[in-house]
């Protein structure tokens, strides 16, 4: 079973605990912070999680200790009860609409309608979840940034890991 994102959150909820806590290795030290890093992905090599609801790209997967986290998603889910309910997790998020139409929904707002270039930053605490509304594909860049959320990147990273050490040969 690969871990995503999404199943890291419900996961953290379930548990009523905090998302760092879970991921946090019992001696593990932040990364250092180096002046002048990067990381480039280049078309097709980003890693991805996929599940009923949407998939899931992460470029620079590379970098260790990032600050914040880019995520492309392919919004799948039609609906919020496909989506299997909204998500909630500790710090801020920034989302842009790549291409097709989809709607934010929260548990404090009305559903908001996004399209091709329409962008938000919220408060990611701040129950939310990603519904498509066109026929066409829904592509979005979201960036997550926040206490712990680089923590959430590595062990993700682990469950890739885990995932293509248990693939079928071929």
Known sequence: ???????????????????KDIVME????????????????????ELDADSERHVHYY???DLLGKMMIPIIIDVQARSVEELGGLVRHAG?????????????????????????GDSIYFDSGMAHGYVRTSREPC????VCAGQGI???????????????????NG
């Open 1 to 19: 079973m690969g871990l995503t994102y999404d199943k890291l959150i419900r996961l953290a909820q379930a548990l009523n605990v905090d998302l």
């Open 26 to 45: 019992a001696e593990e030290s932040p990364a250092s912070v180096a002046v002048g890093r990067r990381s480039v992905t280049r078309a097709g090599e």
């Open 59 to 61: 470029p620079a997967a």
């Open 92 to 116: 801020e998020e920034y989302l842009y609409v790549l291409s097709g139409m989809m709607e934010l929904h929260s548990d404090i707002y009305a559903p908001l309608p996004l399209g091709p």
């Open 139 to 142: 592509k979005v860049l979201a």
């Open 150 to 168: 680089q923590h959430l990147a590595g062990a993700a990273g682990k469950s890739w890991r885990l995932k293509d050490d248990h693939a079928p």
